[in-house]
């Protein structure tokens, strides 16, 4: 069982390693090639391991974000979370302005479902950063903020769209890939200030932009071609 946890593991972090400096598309069908490989790998009876032998993290991961900052990382991580049988939760210092992301789940799904989420928390703030360097000639520190937040939210918006889309595409893995109970029960009993949703829709022209880039992706793009292939089979 341990060796075949690690193997989907390594697989899904070779997979965002070949996208490493991707473009929205490669983004995009690397965050959903990631969770058909966490389907396949949960889908074969043989190696699913019952909730209860497993053992629950819950653990903050290192990355924070304030209202000023980034804020729109605890929309994607309660996001990804949602689709990586996991549950988001935030924790924050009284009176300080930096909230830090954690997650909640089985051992197994935890460390896919981080993996996952820096892998997209890097490329959205990586956008965000490259709008806001395109425009600092023309508007104040305020405007470039809220250019990026735009983006960042649209972004989870039209990520949320595609994993939707994917799980109707693929109605089989609604059990296999859903929270586990025990998640669910201690995130419920972290309180609603620990808790938080997923994005809302913006029409702006950033967060549009963000929207076609967390939602557009052309099945006929394959990461595995050549080498990668052979690298994703090793």
């Not at 899904?12 to 965050?31: G, R, T």
């Not at 049988?85 to 460390?111: H, M, N, T």
């Not at 595609?162 to 929270?179: K, T």
């Given at each position: 069982?341990?060796?075949?946890?690690?193997?989907?593991?390594?697989?899904?972090?070779?997979?965002?390693?070949?996208?490493?400096?991707?473009?929205?598309?490669?983004?995009?069908?690397?965050?959903?090639?990631?969770?058909?490989?966490?389907?396949?790998?949960?889908?074969?009876p043989e190696q699913l391991r019952p909730a209860e032998q497993s053992r629950l993290i819950?653990?903050?991961?290192?990355?924070?974000?304030?209202?000023?900052?980034?804020?729109?990382?605890?929309?994607?991580?309660?996001?990804?979370?949602?689709?990586?049988?996991?549950?988001?939760?935030?924790?924050?210092?009284?009176?300080?302005?930096?909230?830090?992301?954690?997650?909640?789940?089985?051992?197994?799904?935890?460390?896919?479902?981080?993996?996952?989420?820096?892998?997209?928390?890097?490329?959205?703030?990586?956008?965000?950063?490259?709008?806001?360097?395109?425009?600092?000639?023309?508007?104040?520190?305020?405007?470039?903020?809220?250019?990026?937040?735009?983006?960042?939210?649209?972004?989870?918006?039209?990520?949320?769209?595609?994993?939707?889309?994917?799980?109707?595409?693929?109605?089989?893995?609604?059990?296999?890939?859903?929270?586990?109970?025990?998640?669910?029960?201690?995130?419920?009993?972290?309180?609603?200030?620990?808790?938080?949703?997923?994005?809302?829709?913006?029409?702006?022209?950033?967060?549009?932009?963000?929207?076609?880039?967390?939602?557009?992706?052309?099945?006929?793009?394959?990461?595995?071609?050549?080498?990668?292939?052979?690298?994703?089979?090793?």
């Open positions: 069982m341990k060796n075949e946890t690690v193997d989907i593991q390594e697989k899904i972090a070779k997979l965002l390693a070949l996208a490493e400096s991707p473009n929205e598309h490669e983004a995009k069908a690397a965050l959903l090639k990631a969770r058909t490989l966490m389907a396949e790998h949960k889908l074969r819950k653990r903050t991961i290192g990355i924070t974000c304030t209202k000023m900052t980034n804020a729109w990382a605890t929309r994607l991580s309660a996001i990804v979370a949602e689709y990586y049988c996991c549950k988001a939760f935030r924790s924050q210092r009284a009176g300080a302005k930096k909230v830090s992301i954690g997650f909640i789940g089985l051992e197994e799904d935890f460390e896919v479902c981080v993996r996952i989420f820096r892998y997209a928390f890097a490329y959205v703030a990586a956008r965000c950063k490259a709008i806001k360097a395109e425009n600092k000639e023309m508007y104040p520190a305020s405007a470039l903020r809220a250019m990026a937040d735009e983006y960042g939210n649209g972004f989870c918006a039209g990520l949320k769209d595609a994993f939707m889309e994917q799980q109707q595409a693929h109605q089989s893995w609604a059990l296999a890939l859903s929270v586990p109970q025990p998640v669910l029960e201690l995130w419920k009993g972290m309180g609603k200030s620990s808790r938080f949703g997923n994005a809302v829709r913006d029409d702006s022209r950033f967060a549009t932009e963000g929207y076609q880039d967390g939602k557009r992706f052309d099945p006929s793009v394959k990461l595995g071609q050549g080498e990668q292939e052979a690298a994703l089979a090793n």
